[in-house]
């Protein structure tokens, strides 16, 4: 890493790959301390992190202990910087978030729905490994205003495309449809025919927001 804030954060994205909990939330304690933004040691310590773990995760070099345990402390350290609202009394409105078949790493959609919680959006949590038709039946019935796809397998690309189709067959053809994660963030909207690409959670709940303020979501 390279430049004085990379340095800031660098002993906090060694913490996060070594999945070593105490450590990360001491750390984020002390950047809080000295000034750092929520937003910034979720940019510059938990995704530059997750970036790390998502280029091992090969067949030769994939530990799912190792995930898991940086999983855990990404999740303490979210949940320590946005606490959770529980019950979210009169959300702004709702969105699911899911990750498709064959897709079992949720780090990222946990942190997508504290977020979103955080920003007062419900979210319906298909959780991992979930099928296109259970994510339409869910937006349906919840109601949603769009639908989060978190990948981290190139795998999953074909089933990405078959959400829009899906969700039009169902009449719900105006529900907005976001990619986001290692794997989608490297394919345009355009490939994986949704309404937006966000490279960062941030920019999923800022997508998200602009459209439930009826501004124009654009991009």
Request: a neutral charge; glycine letters at 10%; aromatic letters at 4%.
């Amino acid at each position: 890493m390279a430049g004085g804030k990379d340095k800031e954060f660098e002993a906090l994205v060694k913490s996060f790959i070594e999945g070593n909990r105490d450590r990360c939330l001491s750390l984020t304690d002390e950047l809080v301390a000295a000034g750092r933004k929520p937003e910034e040691i979720v940019t510059s310590g938990i995704e530059v992190a997750m970036t790390a773990l998502d280029r091992k995760c090969t067949a030769e070099q994939f530990n799912l202990l190792e995930i898991m345990l940086a999983g855990r402390a990404v999740m303490a350290v979210i949940n320590q910087l946005f606490p959770r609202r529980f019950g979210l009394p009169n959300p702004r409105g709702t969105v699911v978030a899911a990750c498709l078949e064959g897709d079992i790493h949720d780090i990222g959609k946990s942190i997508l729905r504290v977020l979103l919680s955080g920003a007062h959006i419900k979210v319906v949590d298909c959780g991992r490994d979930a099928s296109v038709a259970s994510v339409v039946k869910a937006a349906g019935e919840s109601g949603a205003v769009a639908v989060c796809i978190s990948g981290l397998i190139s795998s999953i690309v074909p089933l990405v495309r078959k959400m829009r189709p899906a969700l039009s067959a169902a009449g719900l053809g105006h529900v907005k449809v976001l990619a986001g994660g290692a794997a989608l963030k490297q394919c345009t909207a355009d490939t994986l025919m949704v309404d937006y690409v966000g490279q960062t959670a941030f920019d999923a709940v800022n997508y998200v927001t602009a459209l439930l303020d009826g501004e124009d979501a654009g991009h």
